[in-house]
């Protein structure tokens, strides 16, 4: 069965850094899109970064200059670095994949309905 499987999710104060990272099971795509969503209780999930086979990257504004999206194809992981950290950053975050572009006329982070692989998600908690 095919699994995205997260790690490296945490408890950090303000200011601080975490590095999340994905790396999905039996992948067979050869290209694909992989993302980064994050939600709090109450809330819709929301795209904070995306990464395509090629390497173009888009990102949430809220999170432009702080966090760093990339990916290693041989290895099949998927990366976030987050440096900067707010409490406004505490969230489950999620990774996602799906096969194909993520991007078409425009470069910006895909809605989670254009991806149909899921991660079960890890909680980030950031204190002030």
């Known amino acids: 069965q095919f699994q995205l499987m997260e790690s490296g999710g945490g408890s950090v104060q303000a200011g601080g850094s975490l590095n999340l990272s994905c790396t999905p099971s039996r992948w067979s795509y050869t290209r694909y899109c992989m993302a980064w969503f994050r939600q709090t209780p109450g809330k819709e999930r929301e795209g904070v970064a995306s990464?395509?086979?090629?390497?173009?990257?888009a990102y949430a504004e809220s999170v432009k200059g702080r966090f760093t999206v990339s990916r290693d194809n041989a290895k099949n992981t998927l990366y976030l670095e987050m440096s900067s950290l707010r409490s406004e950053d505490t969230a489950m975050y999620y990774c996602?994949?799906?096969?194909?572009?993520?991007?078409?006329?425009?470069?910006?982070?895909?809605?989670?309905?254009?991806?149909?692989?899921w991660g079960q998600g890890t909680q980030v908690t950031v204190s002030p």
């Open positions: 990464i395509d086979a090629d390497g173009v990257t």
């Open positions: 996602a994949a799906e096969g194909g572009s993520c991007y078409y006329d425009t470069v910006y982070v895909p809605p989670t309905s254009d991806f149909g692989y």
